[in-house]
């Protein structure tokens, strides 16, 4: 389980490469501005590096989805 102190390894890795965790004791209540809510005390240190990967990947897919769908919709 994870400790305070893996839980901000975790946040500081991730903000090397831009990405913004916030939170609050051993939650985790923002990914990039997305309000979240995550108990670090329930997931293993690797496991938890894979959810906030998925979100990053959900933020991703909506951010390009609403791209292409205001792209077409300057076309038309």
Same mark, same amino acid.
């Given at each position: 389980?994870?400790? @305070?102190? %893996?839980?901000?390894? !975790?946040?500081?890795?991730?903000? %090397?490469?831009?990405? @913004? !965790? %916030?939170?609050?004791?051993? *939650? !985790?209540?923002? /990914? ?19 959810? /906030?990967? *998925? ?5 991703? /897919? ?6 292409? *769908? ?7």
């Amino acid at each position: 389980m994870l400790n @305070e102190q %893996k839980l901000q390894a !975790i946040v500081a890795t991730f903000a %090397k490469y831009q990405v @913004e !965790i %916030k939170t609050d004791g051993m *939650r !985790i209540v923002a /990914i990039n501005g997305q309000r979240a809510f995550f108990d670090a005390t329930t997931f293993m240190q690797d496991q938890l590096i894979e959810m /906030i990967c *998925r979100v990053l990947a959900n933020q991703l /897919i909506h951010e390009v989805w609403v791209s292409e *769908r205001d792209s077409n919709g300057d076309a038309n």
